[in-house]
């Protein structure tokens, strides 16, 4: 039987989130423990691009996540008292998808202004795996150095590039090819998209 595995997740304001949706499905269809913080911007463009109502939160998190198995936990922003936020809490890891620069540049700078950036330092900290997919263009010399920063306290940057050559024909393949990079990453087994030199 599978081995439980235990990871955050955190969705920011980028334009994307989409791609936090269906890594967060999943993780919990392949039967992981999630741990999920969502921004408050990213409640915003969970309404601008998926249509979601966010006045009903607790609803969407069930309707979109109950579905693809147990396991979901949400923590609020604020929720400093929430197990993510201690050293002493066992993950095995971390991935903020899609990631804005001002949360990058947050982490970057170990603000912990609120509970994502503080999981993320503690992530850093303890030497576990950090995942950043920024999804921003064009890139300032702020952007790409904050990533610099990030690359060298231990932390992988994922950006927001699927490839084409599985030849995708649809949206849902361009998004599953960038959620499966991400799985990849996780040291987790998926079948989201054709790897290059497979039949």
Known sequence: MKDTKIFT???TGASGVIYGV???QELLKLKNQVHLVITDAGWQVLKQ???WDTQKQEELLNTNFAIWGEGLNYHHLRDFHAPIASGSFQTDGMVIIPCSMGTLSGVAQGSSGNLLERAADV???EGKKLLVVPRETPLNVIHIENMLKLSQAGAKILPAMPGFYHKPTNLSQLIDHLV???LDNLGIEHTMFKRWGSD
């Open 9 to 11: 997740v955190g969705i």
């Open 180 to 182: 499966g990079k991400v």
């Open 22 to 24: 269906r890594l967060v």
């Open 123 to 125: 992530v850093l900290k």
């Open 49 to 51: 691009e998926l249509d």
